[in-house]
């Protein structure tokens, strides 16, 4: 405690001291005009204190002086009374604030081993059991028990105190339990169900769990709303953005087959060595939520399975063409079924360090025409068979004028197709924009939604945990409805 609250202590024993004495007396008349005399100084000059540090000194000077003024066998027994008195009648209607606590028990665990010849006073152990009770409410546990435990009179005065606090229970049901557990020769062991019963039946303690839990459960129910909200959006954009890319990745498949048709002349001169391949399936997603299925024939994997969250820049010119650069994280040890999480990973959290490289083209395509950074994953799953690939081997020239025959023919079609898959995604697009959720302001706030996203579900996990926590903590206590019904699925 500090020295103001110890000098108003020693005011309260004074003040009691002075009601002791015969009315009218001129003992009493010379001690309240003493009394009266150092409040009132003890007033001026805290008015003209300077700092903190000269109030600290005032205070230590008056309460040593106000000590003077007492002649009591028992001063110590004389100041728990007062700071009893006040428990009793402040925190009987309120709970003491967590932050007051300890101050409280340390006060009464020194003062009590003070004490000369302890006798029984209600207010005193009223206070105790005040005390004792608010510790179990906040921290499990009790200094000020503990200390009682220690000294066989303390634990009998308790003990009064406590069956007088259960009077108001004695025709409920669940008290037999709990008095058959306690009684007043019974020195050193009292049963914590009297403790619990008390707290439980005390509405005090009911109000102030059921309020913080309904604040915590408002807490997460609201930051749920805000996910499933940003949900909703982020469900809108991919919706808008899976339009567009149906028709985009039909566009895209079809130039990519008119370049794979320019190749084959490079395979008409050409045939292949041996070269061992294995077959792989390939799983790729991209930020728009877009799930991409492919397969072939690649170099051996490691493991026969391997997962990588890729960042592409966005395509750059240069004197011979174009380039971008690349960010490969490996994430093949995370493993996550579903793929769109590997798009919320915190790589720096997770100290990934990425594989840095460079693309280049001569010629971009349609589907490289994006202008903000863009993030996909890829899941490759190998088979144990392989395949022996040819290269380098001339052919006739009956077979070098049969394929140019057909590059001719498939190069006339794809140069049909790509118009006609351009048109129908420019009439696509016009008719998204004219939507209330257009694809270009979505487009702009999607990094933006994204992190809140990931930000709100962060933030719902340490809620949720402290909800769980503080429920399974006061669940004896909780009447809301509501927190206990979202508290029961938790545990499920």
């Not at 619990?196 to 102030?208: C, E, R, T, V």
């Not at 890729?310 to 040890?333: C, H, L, M, S």
Request: hydrophobic share 40%; aromatic share 12%; with cysteine.
């Amino acid at each position: 405690m500090n020295t103001e609250e110890l000098f108003n202590i020693e005011l309260g024993v004074v003040a009691d001291y002075i009601s002791t004495l015969k009315k009218n007396s001129s003992k009493q008349d010379a001690l309240l005009d003493k009394y009266n005399a150092i409040n009132v100084a003890h007033y001026k000059e805290m008015l003209n204190a300077r700092d903190d540090e000269e109030k600290e000194e005032i205070n230590i000077k008056y309460t040593k002086e106000l000590t003077k003024l007492v002649k009591s066998k028992d001063i110590y027994f004389d100041r728990l009374l007062v700071v009893s008195k006040f428990i009793v009648s402040t925190y009987t209607k309120e709970l003491i604030p967590e932050n007051r606590i300890q101050d409280y028990v340390d006060y009464y665990t020194e003062t009590l081993s003070k004490v000369k010849n302890m006798s029984n006073s209600d207010p005193l152990f009223k206070a105790i059991l005040i005390i004792i009770l608010n510790e179990f409410f906040y921290y499990d546990n009790s200094e000020v028990l503990d200390y009682i435990y220690t000294n066989e009179v303390l634990m009998s005065y308790l003990n009064e105190a406590i069956i007088a606090s259960l009077e108001p229970y004695k025709y409920e049901d669940d008290l037999s339990e709990v008095l058959k557990n306690i009684e007043v020769s019974d020195y050193g062991y009292i049963n914590m169900d009297v403790f619990n019963y008390l707290i439980k039946n005390n509405n005090l303690y009911k109000f102030k769990v059921n309020n913080e839990a309904n604040q915590i459960y408002t807490g997460v129910r609201v930051a749920e709303e805000a996910l499933d909200e940003l949900s909703t959006i982020k469900e809108k954009y991919y919706h808008v953005k899976r339009k567009i890319n149906k028709e985009a990745s039909a566009l895209a498949l079809t130039a990519i087959l008119s370049t794979a048709i320019g190749l084959l002349g490079y395979v008409v001169v050409k045939r292949s060595h041996d070269k061992l391949a294995y077959v792989t399936s390939i799983e790729t997603l991209d930020e728009s939520g877009e799930l991409v299925l492919s397969d072939g024939y690649l170099d051996k994997i490691d493991g026969g399975t391997a997962t990588y969250v890729i960042e592409y820049t966005p395509w750059q010119r240069v004197n011979n063409g174009f380039i971008r650069d690349a960010k490969a994280y490996d994430v093949t040890y995370i493993g996550y079924d579903d793929l769109a999480k590997y798009l919320l990973l915190d790589f720096a959290a997770l100290g990934i360090i990425p594989d840095s490289f460079t693309e280049s083209k001569e010629l971009l395509m349609p589907e490289d025409l994006y202008d903000t950074d863009i993030t996909i994953v890829s899941r490759l799953n190998q088979e144990n068979n392989a395949k022996t690939i040819h290269t380098e081997e001339e052919y006739s020239n009956a077979e070098q004028i049969g394929i140019s025959l057909s590059i001719v023919a498939l190069v006339t079609y794809a140069i049909f197709s790509i118009t006609k898959k351009a048109l129908n995604i420019r009439e696509l697009r016009n008719t998204i924009l004219d939507n209330e959720f257009t694809y270009k302001e979505l487009k702009s706030d999607i990094l933006t939604i994204l992190d809140q996203y990931k930000n709100c579900n962060r933030n719902i996990a340490k809620l949720k945990d402290t909800f769980y926590d503080f429920c399974q903590k006061y669940e004896y206590l909780i009447t809301d409805v509501n927190v206990l019904n979202k508290y029961n699925v938790m545990k499920l």
